[in-house]
């Protein structure tokens, strides 16, 4: 069974920072690509960043250009959001998913974490 586990959410003052983690398991993690995902209330969801399988080749949406940056770990199976310079529109839910299909869909999905940025 797949399971994609993200942690690190929470409650952080504008410009602040937080470093989201995501462990997967029950899939060979170096098969995957790995892409974070945010929702915010009332909208839709939106892609943030994916990382292809050896981690050398990023994407990112254009609101987080040199802000955040998504990283993977293989040997821990585990994919993270490094966000810095944080602002109160930054406010969603934040999911990872992992692919096959190098980012062209997403084949699993986390639960979610919250990050809520105040002004």
């Known amino acids: 069974q797949v399971q994609l586990v993200e942690s690190g959410g929470g409650l952080v003052q504008a410009g602040g920072s937080l470093r989201l983690s995501c462990a997967a398991s029950g899939l060979t993690f170096s098969y995957y690509t790995m892409g974070w995902f945010r929702q915010a209330p009332g909208k839709s969801r939106e892609f943030v960043a994916t990382v292809q399988r050896s981690g050398s080749i990023r994407n990112y949406a254009d609101f987080v250009k040199g802000r955040f940056t998504i990283s993977r770990d293989n040997a821990k199976n585990t994919v993270y959001l490094q966000m810095n310079s944080l602002k109160p529109e930054d406010t969603a839910v934040y999911y990872c998913?992992?692919?096959?299909?190098?980012?062209?869909?997403?084949?699993?999905w986390g639960q979610g974490t919250q990050v809520t940025v105040s002004s």
């Open positions: 998913a992992a692919g096959v299909r190098g980012g062209v869909t997403f084949d699993y």
